[in-house]
């Protein structure tokens, strides 16, 4: 929880220091750790009290924070020509991906339940993963020449 405020932090605080145009890309990380923090806070607390895992707060954290991270991953690409049909097709691909993860994992949870939920879940995963490391992200950042890999050290 602290790493993650002090991320935060971070990142608030040397906001200026960025180039322009990676400045609302940095910010989106200041609300990703920020959010992940707060509810870090709350889980930590949950478990505490009920000695179970929180899974409908770690669900919640994800569904928040993930399609944010789509976000920031197509403000850093937009520099190399990424057009909005990228973040809204990786945007849709995580929200699928983690409402079926939860349904498999607390709605429909016994029988081959988890199995299909979870097929679902992964098929979504690896198209994201497909797109980051062999699609259209992938021929934006190399046509980028790498710049857009350096600045933020992916």
Known sequence: CMAMMAASAF?????NQFDKKWR???LVSGLITFIAAVHYFYMRDYWAANMESP??????????TVP?????????LKVAGAKQSLMWK?????VVMLITGY????????????AVWGAISG????YIVYEI???SAKKLAVEAGGDVLQAHKI
Do not use: K
């Open 55 to 64: 899974t409908f707060f770690r669900y919640v954290d994800w569904i928040l």
């Open 103 to 114: 349904f498999g994992e607390a709605v429909f949870n016994t029988g081959s339940g988890p």
């Open 90 to 94: 990786m945007i849709f691909f995580s």
């Open 11 to 15: 990142f608030f605080l040397s906001l």
């Open 24 to 26: 609302t890309s940095v």
């Open 133 to 135: 490391w062999f699609g």
């Open 68 to 76: 944010l991270m789509c976000v920031e991953f197509y403000l850093i």
């Open 123 to 126: 098929a979504a995963y690896f």
